[in-house]
């Protein structure tokens, strides 16, 4: 009608975007003390108390930057515990700021639980984004950018690595096509290679090293070339996998399970493998995997 307005009434999720945050993530330079942005600087000077996992990894940044915002630990062991009086101070009107070590608070570092339950309370969570090893390394590769999948640290073990990985390969027969990246330690790595090479074949793959630091390096190759590299020279710094999408293949998977069952019910692992590579004309290093999956039981 003429001279009559109407509103919509904001959502509750406009309402929290326009208040300041209850609980800010803030993104922390993985090497480069650097790369701390102005907004980053800004929301943890504003912040009533600074969550981090090593007060002894985060006092420096701070005091770089003139940062004297309170320190509080918060990590993987004491994260459960902590989470229902954080959520009470919040509720009473202090504003909390949370930090990974290094990059990406949440990404492979704790905060889930104090985020899902800050957002169930009705509070308001925010970010400041900023440095992220996955993604650095992902765009360095010279592999595809997307899609991909981060899966966090593998296993440290070798029976449990290479039973992620041959879950990774299961999820791929079904369809998935996808960049892997990873995580992992330095004096594992060598080890992580060669298993990622007996599941998952020979792929293009690269591996970051010291990103954003002095030393930085980015060794990019097959994977059994990167294992030998690194099986004869002990990696050093933080250190981030990114390996190629499966490659496609001729073969349907119905022909490569039904060719694999006829050669297993006969043949060893490694022999049936072999013949099924060739007929097929496919990877053998695939094969195997598959065989492996097979003989396990896996789907």
């Given at each position: 009608?003429?001279?009559?307005?109407?509103?919509?009434?904001?959502?509750?999720?406009?309402?929290?975007?326009?208040?300041?945050?209850?609980?800010?993530?803030?993104?922390?330079?993985?090497?480069?003390?650097?790369?701390?942005?102005?907004?980053?600087?800004?929301?943890?000077?504003?912040?009533?108390?600074?969550?981090?996992?090593?007060?002894?990894?985060?006092?420096?940044?701070?005091?770089?930057?003139?940062?004297?915002?309170?320190?509080?630990?918060?990590?993987?062991?004491?994260?459960?515990?902590?989470?229902?009086?954080?959520?009470?101070?919040?509720?009473?009107?202090?504003?909390?700021?949370?930090?990974?070590?290094?990059?990406?608070?949440?990404?492979?570092?704790?905060g889930y639980r104090l985020v899902r339950a800050a957002i169930?309370?009705?509070?308001?969570?925010?970010?400041?984004?900023?440095?992220?090893?996955?993604?650095?390394?992902?765009?360095?590769?010279?592999?595809?950018?997307?899609?991909?999948?981060?899966?966090?640290?593998?296993?440290?073990?070798?029976?449990?690595?290479?039973?992620?990985?041959?879950?990774?390969?299961?999820?791929?027969?079904?369809?998935?096509?996808?960049?892997?990246?990873?995580?992992?330690?330095?004096?594992?790595?060598?080890?992580?290679?060669?298993?990622?090479?007996?599941?998952?074949?020979?792929?293009?793959?690269?591996?970051?090293r010291e990103l954003t630091k002095r030393f930085e390096e980015?060794?990019?190759?097959?994977?059994?070339?990167?294992?030998?590299?690194?099986?004869?020279?002990?990696?050093?710094?933080?250190?981030?996998?990114?390996?190629?999408?499966?490659?496609?293949?001729?073969?349907?998977?119905?022909?490569?399970?039904?060719?694999?069952?006829?050669?297993?019910?006969?043949?060893?692992?490694?022999?049936?493998?072999?013949?099924?590579?060739?007929?097929?004309?496919?990877?053998?290093?695939?094969?195997?995997?598959?065989?492996?999956?097979?003989?396990?039981?896996?789907?």
């Amino acid at each position: 009608m003429s001279g009559v307005t109407s509103e919509t009434p904001s959502s509750s999720s406009d309402a929290l975007s326009r208040r300041p945050p209850d609980l800010v993530l803030v993104s922390t330079p993985i090497g480069n003390l650097g790369d701390l942005s102005p907004r980053a600087v800004g929301a943890l000077r504003d912040a009533d108390m600074i969550l981090c996992e090593d007060t002894r990894v985060t006092a420096p940044l701070l005091a770089q930057h003139g940062i004297v915002t309170k320190l509080q630990s918060f990590h993987d062991h004491n994260e459960e515990s902590r989470t229902a009086s954080l959520i009470a101070m919040m509720q009473d009107g202090r504003r909390l700021a949370l930090v990974s070590d290094a990059g990406a608070p949440l990404i492979a570092d704790p905060g889930y639980r104090l985020v899902r339950a800050a957002i169930e309370a009705g509070l308001a969570v925010s970010a400041v984004p900023g440095p992220n090893a996955a993604l650095m390394a992902l765009a360095l590769s010279g592999l595809p950018p997307h899609p991909f999948l981060f899966n966090g640290f593998l296993p440290p073990r070798a029976a449990a690595r290479r039973s992620a990985l041959q879950r990774v390969v299961a999820a791929e027969h079904a369809g998935l096509s996808a960049t892997l990246v990873f995580y992992e330690a330095p004096h594992r790595l060598a080890a992580c290679l060669e298993d990622c090479l007996a599941v998952l074949g020979d792929r293009p793959a690269a591996v970051g090293r010291e990103l954003t630091k002095r030393f930085e390096e980015v060794r990019r190759g097959g994977l059994a070339a990167l294992a030998a590299h690194y099986a004869a020279h002990e990696a050093r710094g933080e250190i981030t996998l990114v390996i190629g999408p499966a490659p496609q293949t001729s073969a349907s998977e119905e022909e490569l399970d039904e060719a694999l069952g006829e050669a297993l019910a006969r043949m060893t692992i490694r022999d049936a493998a072999a013949f099924v590579a060739r007929e097929l004309d496919l990877p053998r290093k695939q094969v195997y995997a598959r065989a492996l999956s097979l003989k396990a039981g896996s789907p």
